[in-house]
């Protein structure tokens, strides 16, 4: 789960982190008296959407100006027209996708004097299985471009779980970032708060870029990004609190509701599958026959009929579907199960996209049976290559 980077500020300033002081508001008429409780004489107004590169972002409607997501005022009035200016529009980065997210939210903070823009970063590492810290001393709106084009100026450390943060680890760091002199000490706090409030919240990434040296020479967090991990929410009731739903997919925010594990892609194939490596596999032999997913789906073990029914009425809702491949290899999960659901789901929702089922495993007859007397327009296929070949033919020709 994700968080805006007002919400994240506030989290950091409680763990004694330096950040700027800001107001969040919602609406065009609050801004003015949100940036008039800040003292100037820069204001940053800064749309709050879950994506990076708002900096570099753009407008889709000509009404909000052509300066991106992040923009600085010199004047409380000019800090409320920018505000206004955003509010309620679509901002277009190069982590949103070609439709942008809308900007319901806008965060006015005091605006720093920046001598330097460092990245720092912790995040789980999969390669050393450690939490581990991120720096550079490229830090800002290029960090794509830094890891792309050279990524030796990227350099990262990871921490021995049983040790836990030690001075040494942050000390290093403030080497690598070029630090000096009482920043050092600064940095060596900074990141054992940072690391603190990592592994207490049971986060999955945070992510501050830049993280600023200000032109008095203090270290300061000029923006954050927070990850938390899923399936530890349950036990971090404030975190679950600052859930902004209207940020997620409403697919995947469905599915969620009926714990499916579902993740939408770009594709034109809707998969239904049971089993996280099956619906890989799937994924893969459906690429191989070009072409391209449109999810991730694990229907899961002991899926009920209506959980299957839902399923298929999240794929369908995807306008970008062109056709439907359900790949069930039954163990736990009945085929006849299966079966049912997606006639339920077709009747309720009807198909306008050929559908191709391969089932397999225990309850197999049944299911056929199921899937035969309905009377739908239905493709049978006999293993997985079978299947992929014959969705992928019946969408692309
Ligand atoms: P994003 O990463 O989404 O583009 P940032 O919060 O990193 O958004 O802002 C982009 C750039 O705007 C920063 O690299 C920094 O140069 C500038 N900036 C952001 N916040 C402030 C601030 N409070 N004061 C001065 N400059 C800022
Ligand atoms: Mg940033």
């Not at 030796?152 to 942050?170: E, N, R, T």
């Not at 026959?289 to 029914?309: C, I, M």
């Amino acid at each position: 789960m994700n968080i805006h980077e007002y919400q994240a500020k506030s989290l950091l300033r409680d763990h004694g982190v330096p950040v700027s002081d800001g107001v969040a508001v919602t609406k065009a008429a609050d801004a003015k008296n949100a940036a008039g409780q800040l003292d100037g004489p820069l204001w940053v107004v800064k749309a709050q959407i879950h994506a990076g590169g708002r900096g570099k972002g753009s407008f889709k409607e000509a009404d909000a100006g052509d300066k991106g997501g992040v923009r600085l005022a010199k004047s409380v009035q000019e800090a409320a027209e920018e505000a206004k200016r955003m509010l309620g529009n679509t901002l277009v980065t190069h982590q949103t996708g070609p439709a942008g997210k809308q900007v319901n939210r806008i965060y006015i903070e005091d605006g720093s004097d920046i001598a330097r823009e460092l990245y720092l970063a912790i995040l789980v590492d999969r390669a050393t299985s450690r939490v581990g810290f991120v720096c550079s001393t490229e830090g800002g709106m290029d960090i794509e471009e830094v890891a792309a084009k050279t990524p030796a100026k990227i350099l990262s450390f990871d921490i021995d779980p049983a040790a836990g943060y030690q001075p040494y680890h942050g000390r290093r760091v403030a080497f690598a970032l070029g630090l000096e002199g009482a920043q050092v000490k600064q940095c060596v706090k900074l990141l054992a708060n940072l690391y603190d409030l990592f592994v207490s919240k049971d986060m999955e990434m945070l992510e501050i870029n830049p993280l600023v040296v200000t032109s008095s020479g203090d270290l300061k967090a000029l923006d954050a990004k927070m990850g938390f991990d899923g399936n530890a929410l349950y036990r971090h009731k404030d975190i679950s609190e600052l859930r902004d739903e209207t940020e997620e997919d409403p697919k995947e925010l469905a599915a969620s509701k009926y714990d499916l594990n579902y993740i939408a892609l770009d594709g034109e194939i809707g998969c239904m599958v049971n089993g996280a490596g099956l619906a890989m596999a799937t994924m893969d032999i459906i690429k191989l026959y070009g072409a391209e997913p449109a999810n991730f789906l694990d229907v899961g073990g002991g899926a009920t009929k209506e959980k299957v029914t839902e399923a298929f009425k999240i794929i369908t809702s995807d306008p970008n579907v062109k056709g439907i491949l359900v790949n069930i290899f039954g163990g736990i999960m009945r085929c006849d199960v299966i079966a049912e659901g997606v006639v339920a789901a077709v009747k309720e929702v009807g198909l306008e996209v050929p559908l191709v089922v391969r089932l397999e495993g225990t309850n197999v007859e049944k299911g056929k049976e199921i899937i035969n007397g309905s009377g739908l327009n239905v493709i049978a296929a006999h293993d997985l290559k079978d299947g992929a070949q014959k969705i992928v033919k019946a969408v692309k020709g």
